[in-house]
């Protein structure tokens, strides 16, 4: 079942444009999204948040129409976005105090509970916190009011490994119930490598794919070589190659077409999402 | 039960789980109607995709390995002793053979090699 369906969705943007976009987000995993910067994961995501109005297409949230249904749909999501909107002066409780009372569902417990999970000081001014910390009282805020789903918007930039670790095992906690769903997008994809369910890998405003990360680790490869293998017909193998004096590396879509070309003859590892990306992004003839 | 997942290994992460908890049940560590972590509690664990542990679960489920109930989790199932002898016994067979080679390889003749055998399995009873 999809907690998030998205059917042809269309945004102009002077010269960025999302293009016939449309993905489901299924409900009791972690869906990773993916692009370089400016491919318009976060223009997707204020779109599900109704923060950006699409030009067309539809966006449904627990098989309910948005924008039609937003007050209710917002009650179940719990939304990080990408920077924190605080007043800086204020404490992490008076803070908490002007935020909750926006929900019917506010659940005091467990935020005294996250705060003490996360080692939040409720009498600390919000401008005195780390980045970490601060992304720690945002995730406190969106979990304290019975959500179904959680969104995130590059929850991980600029914070530190120990932390990203930390935050990934919150998030695998969230689902044991198998109820919560989850959807983040990053381009830091070492953290999705780790636990994400499904991908969804946006390029330039179009979906390159959505689908299970196993599958798409499993169909894609890695295949690095000496350059005299390459030729006019293995070359239209690639989804990209990266050309340098002592060999290529590409990365192909059909994993056992690449194996019965290149045989014993190269060497076939399997990619990470980044390669994925990568090579995506870049396409054909990459020279270094 | 250990599970230990390695990013250098060739085999695919469920495949590497598969096979660890298959080598738990052969050798007798895990023991019939012995509950499993369940699906997403082994995922966070481990850090990896559920989707992942649950392949991993459902190959082991069609050997026969291990049951699961709705609700209730993933049990060693106590269903394929029979199985479960043969593949210990295969084991056996294949250690047998690596020590009939190493034996001949040193030099030590087949009547030396049971003679050896017998002072080992009765030393084997007596520390019972």
């Known amino acids: 079942m999809n907690v998030i369906e998205i059917r042809n969705l269309h945004k102009q943007y002077g010269s960025f444009s999302l293009q016939d976009v449309s993905f489901g987000v299924k409900q009791g995993f972690i869906t990773g999204l993916i692009g370089p910067n400016g491919s318009g994961k976060s223009t997707l995501i204020k779109m599900i948040m109704n923060i950006v109005v699409p030009d067309s297409g539809e966006i449904a949230v627990f098989g309910q129409k948005m924008p039609d249904c937003e007050k ?12 924190s909107y605080y007043y800086e002066d204020l404490t992490i ?16 417990d467990v935020f005294q509970g996250y705060l003490e999970q996360f080692e939040l000081p409720a009498n600390k001014k919000i401008k005195d916190l780390s980045k970490g910390m601060k992304m720690k009282f945002s995730l406190a805020l969106a979990l304290s009011h019975e959500t179904d789903l959680l969104i995130m918007d590059e929850p991980t930039a600029g914070l530190d490994p120990v932390f990203r670790r930390e935050l990934l095992d919150i998030l695998a906690g969230l689902i044991l119930d198998e109820q919560k769903s989850i959807l983040f997008s990053t381009h830091i994809t070492t953290d999705l490598d780790r636990i994400a369910d499904y991908i969804t890998f946006l390029n330039r405003g179009q979906i390159v794919f959505s689908e299970a990360k196993d599958n798409v680790l499993e169909r894609y490869v890695l295949v690095k070589g000496n350059k005299e293998l390459l030729d006019r017909d293995t070359s239209q193998l690639f989804v990209g190659i990266r050309e340098t004096g002592v060999g290529f590396e590409g990365l192909a879509a059909n994993r ?20 994925i990306m990568f090579f995506t992004v870049k396409g054909g003839g990459i020279r270094a | 039960m250990n599970i230990l997942i390695s990013n250098a ?10 096979n660890q908890i298959k080598a738990s049940i052969l050798n007798g560590e895990l023991t019939p109607g012995q509950s499993l972590p369940s699906i997403r509690q082994l995922a966070k664990d481990l850090q990896i995709s559920v989707i992942t542990t649950k392949r991993a679960y459902e190959e082991l489920e069609k050997e026969g390995l291990i049951d699961s109930v709705v609700g209730k989790g993933s049990f060693v199932s106590g269903a394929n002793q029979a199985f479960i002898r043969e593949q210990r016994l295969r084991q056996w067979e294949e250690k047998l053979i690596e020590v009939t080679q190493e034996s001949k390889a040193l030099g030590i003749s087949l009547a030396e090699l049971i003679a050896h055998l017998r002072m080992l399995y009765q030393e084997e009873e007596e520390n019972r």
């Open chain 2, 9 to 18: 290994s060739a085999d695919p992460i469920y495949l590497q789980i598969k």
């Open chain 1, 256 to 275: 056992s077409e690449a194996a019965s070309q290149f045989g014993a003859h190269a060497v076939l590892e399997t990619p990470s999402l980044e390669d």
């Open chain 1, 72 to 83: 209710e749909i917002k009650q179940r999501i719990a939304f990080v976005p990408d920077e």
């Open chain 1, 93 to 108: 409780a008076e803070m908490k105090r002007i935020i909750a009372p926006f929900y019917k569902r506010w659940s005091e």
